[in-house]
C-alpha cells in the first residue's frame, strides 16, 4: 500500500512513498488542510464548510463541499495514495492516516520531545530535536489554504509554534556556550519582532557572552524606545535588571535550560540584580532548573565536560546543516568509523568539525583533528598522525602503537580530514586505531570512502535549491540562498534580495547544484557584480568563481582548483571515462555508456567498472532506483572542457548521435502502444535533444544523420513537445538537402504536427509531402499524408473532398499497425462532423474511435478522443454527461503526462463548468490549462481559457476585461478553431463591445460572427 505524507507547513502538499511533492489543485488544498490537521478523525460537514467558506457560503455548501472532495480524492488516486485514504464517515469526512503523517504533527511531536528532554538537562539532544522541527517547515503555515477565519487562526497558532521553538532553540545554544552562532539568527529574529521580548533578551545575553557589552546594551535601548514610541510602555523588569547587570558585567555564565512547560520561563542566564534590588545572585535550583554542574558553572558549556577539545573555531555561520549534523552524530553512537563522501566543495570539513563540536560528553571525553590535505600522495600517514596528535615513536609500527596508547583510555571522537589523496595508507592505519581502542570514534571526510570494515558511509548532499517556479519567499527559505544571502552579505552589507532578484539568486544556485563552496565563491562576486551578471557568467564559472579565502588550502580558492584536485587523483582510464561522459545531457544509463563511450583505449567491458570508480570518488552522482546517472553541472562543464582539450569531442558526439538515433528508431513507432518505449524516450528527452542539436549544426555538410534522427522522433514528439519537432524538421527543409523520402518524412512530420493548429507553412508542407509520396510510388505514406490534409481541415476546407481523401487513405492503410490507421481515419471524421456542427454524428463517430483505439493497443489517444465527445455532447446540450466524460479525459491525461491533451480537456472541463454556472470550479481549471498550454506552446488553448476568463468577467460586470480577454483569444486562435467556435467567439466580443460602449466594434464583431457561420 502505497504510504502518503501530508505537508500544511507551508505550501499544502501530498507525497506518496517517499516522492516528489504532487501538486493539488488549488480548490482542494484548503480542505486538505483541514482534514489533515485533525488525521484520523472525523471533521463534520458544517466544520469543513466554515474552514473553506467562513460567512461566505456558496448558495448550495453541501454540493459545493461534495465537489471539493471528489474532486480531492481524484488529486490524491491521481498522486498514487490509497483509495481509501479519505473515507466518508458521519457527519463528515475522514482522512484515514496516522498523526506522524502530516509534518504539522510530527513537528509539534518533535517541539514537546525537545522541550522534555531540555527539562531532563539533555541539552544537546534538545538542540537536535528543535532542529529536526523546524526543518519540516517549508515556508509560513497553511501558505496555500485560503484566508478564512479558520485558516487565519490555525495559521497563527502554528506560525506561534514555530516562532517559540526558534527562540527555545537559541536560549539552549547560549547555555550550551554557543552564543557566536546564535547572533546572526537571533539578529533577524529581532528585526523580524521588533516588540518581542524574549529575542531581544536573548540577543542581549548572546552579544555580552561575545564580549560585546556595548551592542547588547544598544539592543535593550533601541526595545526601550520602540516601546515607549509604539505602545507607551516600558520593558519587563526582567529585561531592565538583565541590562543592569551587563552594564556592571555581573551576568552570570550560561546554565540550565528550564523546563519549557508548567508555567512562565525564567529568563535564560538569569542576572545578578543590582545592589540593594533584594534578588539572588542566581536563580535558586528547582523542578525546572536543578543545581548547575560544575562545568556549567564555570561558563564552559557543553565543552567543558572534555579533557581535551582540539578544534578550530568557526568563524561564519554554518546554513543548511542542522539535520546532517544530528544523523552524523546519531551514526557515531552506532559505529566505530563513519566517513563523509562527497564531492570537493560539498561541505564535508565544515560538517565533520560541527559535528565533532556538538559531541556531548557521553558520546566524547576527547575531540582531536588530523588534517591530511597538505600531505602529498605517498607520504608517511602514520608519522603524520603521531606528530598531529603528541604521540612519539620512531618506526611505523611503534608510532602506530603509540597513538593507540595515545588515544586510549578515555571516550574520543578522532576528526580525520581529506583522506582521498593518500586513502589507502589512512585506511590500513584508522583500521588498527578502532581495532585496538574500543572507545574510539573516527569521522573521516574523503572524496571516497574508506572501505574499512565496519565503516558507515554518509554521502554529504548538495544545499537545497528552490525549484524554477518557486515564489520569493520559497526561494529566500531555501538552504542554498541562505547561504548565498549571508556570504553576499559579508562583502557588501547592503546587499538585500528582493522579487525581482529572488529567482536570480534561485538560479544561481540551482546552476551551482547547491555546492556549499560554489555558492560561496558566487556570492563574494556580490561585491563588483550584480545577481544577473553572476548568474551570466557562470556558462564561464571556472573563470569567475576565484578568489576565495586565503587562508584556505589552496585547492578551495577557485573552482577550478577544487576540480583539478579531484582529477589529479583519477587513473589515465577514469579520467577518459569522465571527460567522455560530459556529452550525456540530463543523465545517462549504463548501457549509454558503454556505447558511447566505450572505444579506443577504453573498451565497452571496462565502462561499467570505471564508472563505479567515478562513483566511488563521488565525481557521478548514481539514482539507484532508476539505475542512471549525471554528472553535477560544474562536473560536466569541467569535464567538458577536458574532452576538448583531448581533441575527443567530435568522435564522442557522433556515437552519442549514433546511439540515440538506434534508440528513437527502436522505440518512437512503439510509444502509441507501449508506455514503456514512452518512459524510455521521456528520461532520454535531455539526449535525444542534445543528439538533435548536434545533427543540426552538421546538417549542413551532411543532413542524412539529422534527418534520420528527425524522422524517427516525429512519433514521440506527435505526444510531446510538438513544436520541437517542429523547429527541426522546419531547419531540415529549409538546408534543402537530404533524399527524396527523407525529405518527404520530413514535410509530412511538419504536416503533423501542426494538425491542431495549422500555418500556411505546414499546409504547404503536408501537401508537398503528398506529392513528393505520389512521384515515389509511396502509396502507404501518401495515404498518411492525405489524412494529414484533411486533419488540418477541421477548420476549414472542401468537406466532401477532405471526406474523399479520408476513405481513401481507409482503403489504402486498413488494418496496418494493428489497425491503428483505422482508427485515426474515424478520428478525423469525427473531426470533421464536428466542425461541419454535426454534433451527434461527430459523437458516435467519438465513440467508434474509442474502442477502435483501444483494441489497437493506443492508450495515448484516448485522452483526446473523450475530450473532443465532451465537446460533442456539451454542443449537443448533454452538459452532465459531457461533464464526466471530460473529467475522466483530465485524469487520463495527468496520468499519462500528455500535455496538449491535458491543455484540451481542461479548458473544456472548464468551460463545460461555466454552462452549469460553477464559475468557482472553473477558475482553477483555466489556470492550469493556461500554465500546461503555455509549457508546450499550444496557442489553441491558450486562446480558449482567455474565452473562459472573458465570460467570467462578463458574468460578474467586468466587460472591459471580458473585451480585453476576448481579443487576447481571438488574437491566438486566428483562424484554428471550428468555425461554430469561432462564431460563439465573435458574439462573446460583440457582447463586451455592447457593453463597454463601442458599436463600431460591436457591429464588426457580429459581421465577423456571421461569416464564421
Known sequence: MAEATFGVLGPVEVRVSGGPAVRLPPSVRALLARL??????????????????????????ANALQIRVSKLRRALAGAGADGEVLVTRAPGYRLAVAADSVDAHRFEQLAGRARTQAAADETAASVASYEQALALWRGPALA???????????????????????????????????????VADLERLVAAHPLRERPHRLLMLALYRAGRQADALDVHRALRDRLLEDLGID???????????????????????????????????????????????????????????PAEAAGGGADAARHDVALPRRLSSLVGRQDDIATV???????????????????????????????DAELAARVHLVRLAALPPGADVTAHFAAELGATGETDAISAEAIAEHLAGARTVLVVDNCEHVVDSAAALVERLIQSCPDLRVLATSREALAVPGELQIAVSPLAVPDEAADPQTIAEAAAVRLFLDRARAVNPSFTMDDATAAVVGSICRELDGMPLAIELAAARVKALPPAQIAARLRDRFSLLTGGPRTSEARHRTLRAVLDWSHELLTGPERGLLRRLAVFRGGWTLPAAEAVCGFADIGPEEVADLLFRLIDRSLVVPDPAAGRFRLLATVHQYAAARLAEAGETDAVLRRHLDHYTRLAEEHSPRVRFDGDAWTLLKEEHDNLRAAMDHALQGAEDDPGPALRLACALIGFWNYGARHEGVRALTALVDAGKGTTAARALALQGIGLLH???????????????????????????????????????????????????????????????????RAITHYVEALLYLRLGRFAESAAQWRRCHDLMLAAGDHFMGGAILAHLGVALRQTGRREEALAVLEESVEDARARWSPHGLAFALVHLAHTRLDLH??????????????????????????????????????????????DECRTALKLLEDREFPWARAQLWTLMAETAEATGRPDEAEHARTMAAAAR
Open 36 to 61: 489533515a490537521l485533525a488525521p484520523g478523525r472525523v471533521v463534520s460537514v458544517e466544520q469543513l464548510v466554515d474552514a473553506l467558506w467562513g460567512e461566505d457560503l456558496p448558495a448550495d455548501a
Open 144 to 182: 496555500d489554504a485560503g484566508d478564512t477565519e479558520w485558516a487565519r487562526a490555525e495559521r497563527t497558532r502554528l506560525e506561534e509554534l514555530r516562532l517559540g521553538a526558534v527562540e527555545d532553540r537559541l536560549e539552549l545554544l547560549l547555555r550550551l556556550g554557543r552564543h557566536h552562532e546564535a
Open 235 to 293: 520593558p519587563s523588569p526582567d529585561l531592565q535588571a538583565l541590562a543592569e547587570a551587563i552594564l556592571r558585567q555581573q551576568v552570570p555564565p550560561a546554565g540550565r535550560h528550564p523546563a519549557a512547560q508548567g508555567g512562565p520561563r525564567p529568563p535564560s542566564g538569569a542576572v545578578t540584580p543590582a545592589p540593594g534590588a533584594g534578588a539572588s545572585a542566581a536563580p535558586a535550583p528547582g523542578p525546572g532548573r536543578p543545581a548547575a554542574r
Open 329 to 359: 552524530l546519531h551514526h557515531l553512537r552506532q559505529a566505530s568509523l563513519v566517513t563523509l563522501t562527497g564531492p570537493g566543495g560539498v561541505g564535508k570539513t565544515t560538517l565533520a568539525l560541527e559535528a565533532a563540536r556538538r559531541a
Open 755 to 821: 494538425v491542431y493548429y495549422p500555418t500556411p507553412r505546414s499546409r504547404a508542407a503536408a501537401r508537398e509531402s503528398l506529392a513528393l509520396f505520389e512521384e515515389l510510388g509511396d502509396d502507404k505514406n501518401a495515404a498518411v499524408s492525405r489524412l494529414v490534409i484533411a486533419w488540418e481541415g477541421q477548420y476549414r476546407g472542401d468537406a466532401e473532398r477532405q471526406h474523399a481523401m479520408i476513405e481513401h487513405s481507409r482503403a489504402v492503410l486498413g488494418d496496418d499497425d494493428r489497425g491503428w490507421w
Open 918 to 963: 460553477e464559475t468557482e470550479a472553473a477558475i482553477p481549471l483555466l489556470a492550469e490549462a493556461v500554465e500546461v498550454a503555455r509549457s508546450v506552446r499550444n496557442p489553441r488553448c491558450q486562446a480558449w481559457a482567455a474565452w473562459g476568463r472573458a465570460r467570467i468577467a462578463m458574468a460578474g460586470g467586468r466587460p472591459e476585461t471580458a473585451a
